[in-house]
């Protein structure tokens, strides 16, 4: 079994700040790409930011300059530092991550719960 434990959402006032963290635990042996997305209501839920296992990054347009992912591989964890936050950025946001699974060499994807992220004033 493969847990993602999402954390750090919230409510914060326009051009505040939030870090989200996603914390990967279970029978894993690697991690591949890892993501962050968002769904706000009534939409489809989009990508924010992706990073691979060697650092390779790629942001949504809506978020260039603003956030930035990170991972720690010895941890098995991704964050996403979001800066400047604007009311459209209003969204539950996931964790993704693309595992390579112990026991079948596998790769699966795995989902978070899901945290909040509320910017309002």
């Known amino acids: 079994q493969v847990q993602l434990v999402e954390s750090g959402g919230g409510l914060v006032q326009p051009g505040g700040s939030l870090r989200l963290s996603c914390a990967v635990s279970?029978?894993?042996?690697?991690?591949?790409?890892m993501a962050w997305y968002r769904q706000a209501p009534g939409k489809q839920r989009e990508l924010v930011a992706g990073?691979?296992?060697?650092?390779?990054?790629n942001y949504a347009d809506s978020v260039k300059g603003r956030f930035t992912i990170s991972r720690d591989n010895a941890k098995n964890t991704v964050s996403l530092q979001m800066n400047s936050l604007q009311p459209e950025d209003t969204a539950v946001y996931y964790c993704?991550?693309?595992?390579?699974?112990?026991?079948?060499?596998?790769?699966?994807?795995?989902w978070g719960q899901g945290t909040q992220v509320t910017v309002s004033s």
């Open positions: 279970g029978s894993i042996f690697r991690i591949n790409t």
């Open positions: 990073i691979t296992n060697s650092g390779s990054t």
């Open positions: 993704r991550c693309d595992v390579v699974r112990a026991a079948t060499l596998t790769i699966y994807p795995y």
